[in-house]
């Protein structure tokens, strides 16, 4: 066989593999980058929870020894009992308000790791049920 004969044979396959390396060179590199963005996003939310809980420990140790003085300067046992009181109520408070911090910062985290994987996936869903031309 001739080149020329061969030429119209292989010609479309070989349009076909470019196209499809191609393709898979997109899909690395945009599975690079999501992973790259994924990180730093990720991070930067993981510093701020950090703080997040470093600031909680820090107010944490600011009540409690508060909380000492207040019960060391009492009188009275009812007077004992009233500063205890507001004590327990004031904590209960803290600890919900602050679980609920911490709750929207772990979530802001996970959020900032997945979303560039997940637009990364929903790219390639398009690509895949994209119908060839």
Do not use: C, R
Not at 34 to 50: I, P
């Amino acid at each position: 066989m001739s080149q020329s004969s061969v030429e119209p044979i292989t010609k479309p396959g070989i349009d076909n593999l470019k196209k499809a390396q191609n393709t898979a060179e997109g899909i690395v590199k945009g599975n690079a980058e999501a992973l790259t963005s994924s990180g730093h996003a990720s991070s930067a939310a993981l510093q701020e929870l950090t703080k997040a809980y470093q600031d909680l420990a820090a107010k944490n140790a600011a009540n409690l020894s508060a909380a000492i003085q207040a019960l060391s300067a009492v009188k009275t046992p009812a007077e004992f009992l009233t500063v205890q009181q507001k004590l327990l109520t004031d904590g209960v408070e803290a600890v919900v308000a602050d679980s609920q911090t911490i709750a929207k910062l772990t979530i802001a985290v996970f959020t900032a790791a997945f979303e560039p994987v997940k637009a990364q996936i929903e790219a390639l869903q398009k690509v895949a049920v994209k119908p060839a031309a």
